[in-house]
């Protein structure tokens, strides 16, 4: 029987932050074989907070009365980033421009854990080539009872550039040289169901006001068609995530789904109301020792009478078949399928950083893994196809990466892609593939 559940080392993390994420609670009665497993599984969840570099526990056992201990390494909560990015969809896009005045500047403020309680507020203020001011809220409990949480958050950004339309797949902008090419601002709140770091889902409503300059609006007449240079509307998402991955960062087993709902409405008769529905499901598998296999797929779709260029928005930006990073496929609904052989190269539990006192700094994780995989996908476009030949056909791509684990759940990735067109070449990313 578990007689008593104690934690160690959150100094600033609430109890009961922690001890809501548990499976189990005092008083319940465990099968002797089953217990490690048990505590094993909610140290992953503990982990997977993101709240800390470290999770351990300990557990001692007499006559049939079990006392566990959860002891935990904070992290640091506040990150303070300087923003110095590049103004493209990637780097490699930036890349093949090679121009250095489409460079954003600013600072970037996260504030993790406020007061405790893994609630999370973010400031951005970034000057450049785009300029953007951003404000969010996160709070996972307002009410423990019922697990209800909530997020707010404001955005606007402006550019004196803008992508107006697509050609042969690729990109084409027009620059303003005063004033600004586009500008876009959003209101949005939301309530979340959480039930523990693994499931939650929400209902999230926001606010948009957009507006391009005279130009654009001649050069594409279809970027908000009805709504020739201004638009309004508000949108209703509804979204549920079963997220059972071992580590959210780098996961080498268990599984990831996703499932949501938008309805999008426009306000003064700027444009015909459009539905999105998109899903995800992704398997990890651990293979052995130093081998996983991961295999998922996802798909999009938009039902409309009518598109406006800047909603025919599928692959190329958020989700992308590696080896056509270059390129952008839009489309109104498309799918998208990957797979991927792991071996894990190197797994240092931490290198130590003499000269840094800090606990929350000086010791950094590092895990090295090689990864071969092939990705393929497919969008349908009935509106913008003509000039795109890329859009509905089949799109392949495969090759081999580097990857590179770290502290603050930091992903590097180096791959080298071929694609069904010919194209191969070095791509680098900073986040999980799939």
Not at 184 to 199: D, K, W
Request: contains cysteine; hydrophobic residues 35%.
């Amino acid at each position: 029987m578990i007689a008593e559940i104690s934690f160690a080392g959150n100094e600033i993390t609430k109890e009961h932050v922690v001890r809501q994420e548990l499976t189990f609670a005092p008083g319940d009665t465990i099968n002797s074989h089953a217990l490690e497993p048990l505590l094993e599984e909610n140290r992953e969840r503990l982990f997977n907070l993101r709240l800390f570099h470290r999770v351990t526990y300990a557990y001692i056992c007499e006559a049939g009365q079990v006392k566990v201990q959860y002891e935990v390494q904070e992290r640091f909560y506040i990150y303070p980033v300087l923003i110095l990015d590049f103004a493209d969809r990637n780097f490699n896009a930036w890349l093949e421009k090679k121009d250095w005045s489409r460079i954003d500047y600013g600072l970037s403020l996260v504030r993790r854990n406020f007061r405790g309680r893994n609630e999370e507020v973010r400031v951005r203020v970034q000057q450049g080539f785009n300029k953007r001011l951003e404000f969010s809220y996160r709070v996972p409990n307002i009410s423990r009872r019922h697990n209800i949480g909530a997020e707010i958050g404001v955005a606007d950004y402006r550019s004196r550039t803008v992508s107006y339309t697509n050609l042969s797949n690729r990109q084409y902008f027009y620059e303003q040289e005063e004033g600004q090419a586009i500008r876009r601002t959003a209101l949005s709140a939301g309530l979340l169901h959480r039930r523990s770091v693994q499931r939650q889902e929400g209902l999230r409503l926001s606010y948009h006001h957009e507006r391009i300059s005279d130009p654009v609006a001649q050069l594409n007449p279809a970027y908000y068609r009805n709504a020739t240079d201004e638009r309004r509307y508000l949108r209703a998402e509804l979204y549920k995530v079963i997220n059972l991955r071992n580590y959210f960062a780098y996961p080498l087993s268990g599984s990831y789904f996703e499932i949501g709902a938008a309805q999008t409405f426009f306000l003064q008769r700027a444009g015909m109301p459009f539905t999105t529905l998109r899903a995800k499901y992704v398997h990890y598998s651990n293979l052995s020792e130093k081998y996983s296999y991961m295999i998922g797929g996802e798909t999009q779709l938009r039902l409309a009478q009518e598109h406006a260029f800047a909603d025919n928005i599928a692959l190329g930006f958020r989700s992308f078949v590696r080896g056509y990073e270059l390129y952008v496929v839009g489309g109104q609904h498309y799918g998208l399928f990957k797979q991927g052989l792991t071996r894990r190269l190197l797994d240092i539990e931490g290198i130590k950083l003499k000269f840094i006192r800090n606990p929350k700094f000086n010791t950094i994780p590092l895990s090295m893994y090689l990864n071969a995989f092939t990705d393929a996908g497919y969008v349908s476009d009935q509106t913008f196809e003509e000039s795109n030949p890329l859009t509905n056909r089949l799109l392949v791509g495969g090759g081999l990466g580097l990857h590179a684990v770290t502290f603050y759940d930091i992903v590097l990735r180096l791959e080298y892609t071929l694609n069904k067109e010919g194209d191969r070449g070095f791509y680098f990313s900073s986040s999980f593939p799939f």
